[in-house]
């Protein structure tokens, strides 16, 4: 009767180390999809910023 408790117990546990573990990765599966989103953003302002110096420069080039 010990065993089979015994292997019950240890199934359990590691369900639980198993569900500890996917919780885990889910939250930092969240974190990198923020960290994801920010860059992006910050690359569509920097691409932004960019094309308005390019064309303030066009302009200037255009006016000498």
Do not use: K
Request: glycine share 8%; hydrophobic share 55%.
């Amino acid at each position: 009767m010990f065993w089979p408790m015994l292997a019950i117990a240890v199934g359990f546990l590691g369900l639980v180390v198993l569900g500890v573990l996917a919780v885990r990765v889910f939250l930092e599966a969240q974190r990198l999809g923020r960290q994801v989103s920010d860059s992006a953003s910050r690359i569509s302002r920097a691409a932004e910023e960019l094309e308005r110096a390019s064309a303030s420069a066009a302009r200037s080039v255009d006016g000498l």
